[in-house]
């Protein structure tokens, strides 16, 4: 069975890198100053006009998503896009260092975030149900996909993108903006050899694991499960989705934990009760009202995400507030302070034994780890026709 499959990757002709290209839609949800900054740094045409940022969810919907689909329609036939066949390999460097992936569609009825079901492109976390809804509302009547999809690869070996460095010919080269490090695109045409190799890693996984393993989603879960909720019978372009494949042994590649940030409750009773729900050989920090506290915390970083997930919901339940999550320490300073709220720091999982934890248990609790910082998140570059 072969899930996943190159060419079909839309670019615009003379990109302007620090135009075109913006940060993953689901980042600084709480810092509409971000978007708001990033809208006077971007002129025509910017994939900003594509996509809908997720920290304006619920004012304007329908009219902003009517904008989104006028513009993809607009670009299409201005003529602004290339098509390439092959795959485009990203180089993204970063205060992290390098990171490299590769573009590919792959085949969603491949995927899926049920464990139980050992399929060979498997999610990683909980997925947050009522983020699903409106990403379907976005996604249904697009003509086009912009990715911020990261899947994973085990490629110990380094068999896969590796062998593609110095190939191919150069796309796109430039500084993106809002501190998002420099980005250059290559377009390699023979994807014969990533083929074998990939499929090799299809074949071993088998007995590695069990069951065949090829993808784990780093990034972008829920546009995952968003477009496989929107695959069409009678639309084969609907069946796939473009993402972005990444080796979890690339150097560049950095595990980083998304924290919580708490509005609208009681503030002393809530810190009262948190501490005894996590309280562990560890340490973690809460951040409130200008000031920073340690608090004992669980030492497994998996185990500290779920007990703390499991503690707020709770909590929210029964006493109302709300519930953010927040990308990078520093911004969680900030956005805790500016929204008079409860910052809680999560640390870091281990990428090194991310498989295997994975294929053994299943899914990690909802919004557990993040692949590097806000700023190092994937961004919108590569587009692909949808209908």
């Not at 072969?2 to 060419?7: R, T």
């Not at 205060?95 to 975030?113: F, H, K, V």
């Not at 007990?307 to 320490?329: C, F, R, S």
Request: proline share 4%.
């Amino acid at each position: 069975m072969k899930i996943y499959k190159f060419g079909e990757i839309l670019l615009p002709e003379d990109i302007k890198v620090g135009e075109w290209g913006v940060v993953a839609c689901d980042q600084y949800t709480s810092q509409p100053e971000y978007w708001n900054t990033l809208a006077n740094k971007t002129s025509d045409p910017t994939s900003l006009a594509l996509i809908f940022p997720e920290c304006f969810l619920g004012k304007d919907n329908s009219e902003r998503i009517s904008k989104i689909n006028q513009k993809m329609h607009e670009y299409v036939e201005k003529g602004v896009f290339k098509e390439y066949n092959g795959t485009i390999l990203v180089e993204r460097t970063t205060e992290a260092g390098t990171r490299r992936g590769i573009m590919a569609c792959i085949d969603l009825s491949a995927y899926s975030n049920d464990f139980e079901q050992r399929a060979p492109i498997r999610g990683t976390e909980g997925v947050v149900a009522d983020r699903i809804p409106p990403r379907v509302e976005i996604r249904k009547n697009a003509l086009l996909e912009l990715p911020h999809v990261m899947l994973l690869i085990d490629d110990k070996d380094k068999t896969v993108i590796e062998p593609l460095i110095g190939k191919g010919e150069k796309v796109y080269d430039g500084e993106l903006n809002m501190n998002g490090g420099h980005i250059i695109g290559y377009n390699i045409t023979d994807t014969e050899k990533v083929c074998n190799a990939l499929d090799k890693l299809y074949n071993d996984s088998k007995e590695k694991y069990g069951s065949p393993l090829l993808f784990l989603v780093g990034d972008g879960n829920h546009s995952l499960a968003t477009a496989k909720a929107c695959v069409k019978d009678d639309n084969p372009l609907s069946k796939y989705a473009l993402v972005e494949i990444v080796n979890i042994y690339d150097e560049g590649l950095k595990f980083e934990p998304i924290h919580r940030l708490v509005c609208g409750v009681d503030k002393k009773a809530f810190i009262n009760g948190f501490k005894e729900a996590v309280k562990g050989t560890s340490e973690t920090s809460i951040i409130m009202d200008g000031k920073t506290i340690t608090i004992p915390f669980v030492k497994d970083p998996i185990e500290g995400v779920a007990l703390t997930q499991q503690y707020i919901d709770a909590y929210l339940k029964q006493h109302g507030g709300t519930v953010d999550y927040i990308h990078g320490y520093n911004s969680l300073v900030e956005v805790a302070k500016n929204k008079n709220g409860i910052g809680i720091e999560l640390k870091p999982i281990d990428k090194n034994s991310f498989f295997d934890y994975i294929a053994k248990n299943g899914p990690l609790p909802r919004k557990t780890f993040s692949m590097g910082e806000a700023n190092e998140k994937r961004y919108y570059m590569e587009a692909r026709k949808i209908k």
